[in-house]
């Protein structure tokens, strides 16, 4: 089962969580420059290398983290990320590019809806 802490998002303590697929030192690079990227637009972001990614996502679960950006081989090739939402488990590839937009869409405009 599923252990979810659904704080609010004004209230999370870190609003984007930055996870690879696999431990791999290029996707740690993009890990780590995308965070620099969301928290340069001054969004709380963390990005963690701990553990499998479902250990890694099922802590971002327990503290509340909103939304999960998981990077993998398809980042690398494409520049494709998937964006998650903790609330409705959907997910949404995108350019990673586009993630600082989305994020910012998501916590401070108009509620962006994943598709299912």
């Known amino acids: 089962s599923r252990i979810v802490?659904?704080?609010?998002?004004s209230?999370?303590?870190?609003?984007?969580?930055?996870?690879?697929?696999?431990?791999?030192?290029?996707l740690w690079i993009y890990c780590k420059m995308l965070a620099d990227e969301l928290r340069s637009a001054?969004?709380?972001?963390?990005?963690s290398q701990e553990g499998t990614l479902d250990y890694?996502?099922?802590v971002q679960d327990e503290i509340g983290t909103p939304?999960?950006?998981?990077?993998?081989?398809?980042?690398?090739e494409a520049g494709i990320v998937s964006l998650q939402d903790r609330d409705t488990t959907s997910e949404e590839d995108?350019?990673?590019?586009?993630?600082?937009?989305?994020?910012?869409?998501?916590?401070f405009g108009a509620k962006m809806v994943l598709s299912q």
């Open 11 to 26: 209230l999370a303590p870190f609003k984007v969580a930055i996870l690879p697929k696999q431990d791999d030192d290029k």
């Open 67 to 76: 939304y999960r950006v998981i990077v993998d081989e398809r980042t690398l």
């Open 5 to 9: 802490l659904k704080l609010h998002v």
């Open 56 to 58: 890694r996502l099922s």
């Open 94 to 107: 995108m350019n990673g590019q586009d993630v600082l937009h989305a994020a910012q869409k998501m916590l």
């Open 42 to 47: 001054g969004i709380r972001t963390v990005y």
